[in-house]
T-cell receptor
C-alpha cells in the first residue's frame, strides 16, 4: 500500500466550477502538507503549505487538513483554463532544521474547459 | 521562476553510459534534494544533502551517487545507465528550519 493515495483522474470541469482535489495517507507521522501544481512535466510549483490540521486560504485556493481522518483537500474556486495542470499533494514527517523528504501522491490531472 | 537552476535541460545517452546532472539551489538554501519522476512511479525521493553532508537517502540505486559542493551546488551522477533510468530528474531546495521545498525545472533524461 502506498503511503499517499491520490486519484489520478483525469478530472475535467467547466470554467468557473469549484474543483475539489483530495489525498489520503497512512503515515501518522506526517505533519507538513503541501500542494504543488505541475504543468506538462515542468518543475512542480508550490501552491499551498499547511502545518498540522486546519484550513488555509490563498486567493481562489483553500487547503484543508484533517489529521484524524488522514485526509487532505485542495479546493479551487472559480476555476480558469490556466488552472489546467497536474496537482500533486506532498507530505513530510519531520520538522528538522535541515528539512525532510517529501512523499508525493501520484498527482491528479485537471482540465478546465472554457 | 523558483530560483533553483538545473542543467542540462535534456540529455540523451546510451545504455551503459554515465551522466552528471547539476543543480544550483536558491540563494541561501542549504538543503538540496533530488527526486526522480517516471511515468509509472510518480515523484520519488532519491537523496538529500544539507550544507555538504548527506542527510537522507530514499530508494536510490547503487549506480547513482550525489554530492554537494562548498558553494552548495549539487551533482547527481548516474552510471551504467539502463533504459529504465529514463525519467525526469528534479532538484529542490529549502531554507533552514522550513519544510517547504522549491523545485527546479528538471533534467529530462532519455536512455536509448
Amino acid at each position: 500500500q502506498k503511503e499517499v493515495e491520490q486519484d489520478p483522474g483525469p478530472l475535467s470541469v467547466p470554467e468557473g466550477a469549484i474543483v475539489s482535489l483530495n489525498c489520503t495517507y497512512s503515515n501518522s507521522a506526517f505533519q507538513y502538507f503541501m500542494w504543488y501544481r505541475q504543468y506538462s512535466r515542468k518543475g512542480p510549483e508550490l501552491l499551498m503549505y499547511t502545518y498540522s490540521s486546519g484550513n488555509k486560504e490563498d486567493g481562489r485556493f483553500t487547503a484543508q487538513v484533517d489529521k484524524s481522518s488522514k485526509y487532505i483537500s485542495l479546493f479551487i474556486r472559480d476555476s480558469q483554463p490556466s488552472d489546467s495542470a497536474t496537482y500533486l499533494c506532498a507530505m513530510s514527517a519531520y520538522g528538522e532544521t535541515s528539512g525532510s523528504r517529501l512523499t508525493f501522491g501520484e498527482g491528479t490531472q485537471l482540465t478546465v474547459n472554457p | 521562476d523558483s530560483g533553483v537552476t538545473q542543467t542540462p535541460k535534456h540529455l540523451i545517452t546510451a545504455t551503459g553510459q554515465r551522466v552528471t546532472l547539476r543543480c544550483s539551489p536558491r540563494s541561501g538554501d542549504l538543503s538540496v534534494y533530488w527526486y526522480q519522476q517516471s511515468l509509472d512511479q510518480g515523484l520519488q525521493f532519491l537523496i538529500q544533502y544539507y550544507n555538504g553532508e548527506e542527510r537522507a537517502k530514499g530508494n536510490i540505486l547503487e549506480r547513482f551517487s550525489a554530492q554537494q559542493f562548498p558553494d552548495l551546488h549539487s551533482e547527481l551522477n548516474l552510471s551504467s545507465l539502463e533504459l529504465g533510468d529514463s525519467a525526469l530528474y528534479f532538484c529542490a531546495s529549502s531554507s533552514t528550519g522550513v519544510e517547504t521545498q522549491y523545485f527546479g525545472p528538471g533534467t529530462r533524461l532519455l536512455v536509448l
